[in-house]
Structures are given as C-alpha cells and as structure tokens.
C-alpha cells in the first residue's frame, strides 16, 4: 500500500497562511494525491487534489513536487473554522484511499 | 440532495449481539466505502464497493464482519457476534470519480 507521511500537528495564527507537508516517496505514477480534512465530530470532507501539476480551488491550494514525493497543502489565509485533522492520502487505480495519521491543526485567534 | 445517510447515529449494544448499520449514498454515485475509526488506529477502509459489488474487503477485520451492497440505493455493515473492541465511529462515503462524499457516521458502543 502507497503511504504518506505527515507531522502528528502544527499551529498557525489566524489569518496568516498554513503550509501542511506531506510525504509520500513510495508513490507509483498513476496514483493521485487527495487532501481530506475532519472537522470535529464530523466526517472527513474533500479539499483539493491533483496528480502532477499544482492545484487551486476555493478553498486551498496543492503543491506538487516535481518527483511528485511530496505535497503541501496551502491555506492561503488560516481561519478558526480550519481548525481540524488534515489528511494527506493516495488514491490507486481501484480507487482505494489510504488514510494516514493526519495533522491536527490548530489556530490561534 | 441530503448527502450520505447513516443510520443509526448512536448505537448501545451488549457484546454478543448483533449490529446493523444502515447507509444511503448519494443517488448516481457508483462507488461506496465503509470506513472505522479509532483513537487507536485512525481511520481505516474496510470494505469498497463499486457498481454495487464488493471490491476489496481485505479491510474487514474478520469473519464477523460483513457487507452487503444489495442495490445501488442500500449498503449495510453487519456485525455478528459484536465486541467491545469493536466500539468505534462507523463512516459510510459514497463517490463518483474523484471526490468522497462521508455521512456523518455512527457511533457503536459495545458494552
């Protein structure tokens, strides 16, 4: 199974943007990267995803590293609503997720 | 549309019993997972399903546990004999090609 890596937590400050790493060196070339994240007693909801090339959507930002071993998840501008486990996961060619351990995010007012 | 339906919400049951969690995903979907989580273990796939039929259940943590996708409507997550170790929050998704959808999950106590 095609792993990620992620840092158990990091903090930010309201308002300023989040840089959320990830690293997955065992990549296969048709697996694609995926960004979930859980607020608090809820279900994990979609946020970004891409497969080579960066990423935007409305509500963040995927940067893809070129041997595509690595990926960072960008807040461009943190909120106390962006509190909560951001996962980093690969996606394989049955459609199968594999969740990690996530990073928990906190933000400071 | 109401998103991913899971039922029940909470669950309270006493080992040896048997479970049945109940989910609808979202009409036109054609993909369903059945996902558990634990403090302990996080977030872990259990069983897919594709157009309905089962495609890797190498997930389900054994014999007790099975799954049924009877139509494109209905899934369920069955439970027999339960044990306390089973206790966790239960997550159904549905998708179609790239994005998950989750319901709100289900919360199994087993006492």
């Known amino acids: 199974d095609a792993k990620t890596t992620q840092p158990n937590s990091m903090e930010s400050n309201e308002e300023e943007p989040v840089h959320l790493p990830c690293n997955h060196s065992?990549?296969?070339?048709?697996?694609?990267i995926h960004w979930y994240r859980q607020l608090p007693s809820q279900g994990p909801e979609y946020v970004i995803h891409?497969?080579?090339s960066n990423v935007n959507n409305r509500m963040a930002s995927l940067a893809i590293a070129e041997d595509r071993k690595s990926s960072t998840l960008i807040l461009h501008r943190a909120t106390l609503r962006d509190a909560a486990v951001y996962y980093c996961?690969?996606?394989?060619?049955?459609?199968?997720?594999?969740f990690g351990t996530g990073t928990s995010l906190t933000v400071i007012p | 549309d109401a998103g991913v339906i899971q039922s029940p919400r909470h669950e309270v049951t006493e080992m040896g019993q048997e479970v049945t969690l109940r989910c609808k995903p979202i009409s036109g979907h054609n993909s369903l997972f059945w996902y558990r989580q634990t403090m302990m273990r996080g977030l872990e796939l259990l069983i897919y399903?594709?157009?309905?039929?089962?495609?890797?259940d190498s997930g389900m943590p054994e014999d007790r546990f099975s799954a049924k996708m009877p139509n494109a409507s209905f899934s369920t997550l069955k439970i027999q004999p339960s044990e306390p170790r089973d206790s966790a929050v239960y997550f159904c998704?549905?998708?179609?090609?790239?994005?998950?959808?989750f319901g709100p999950g289900t919360r199994l106590t087993v006492l």
């Open positions: 399903f594709n157009n309905n039929v089962p495609i890797d």
């Open positions: 891409g497969l080579t």
């Open positions: 065992t990549i296969s070339g048709t697996d694609y």
């Open positions: 996961i690969l996606r394989d060619l049955m459609h199968q997720f594999y």
């Open positions: 998704a549905s998708s179609l090609i790239n994005e998950q959808f």
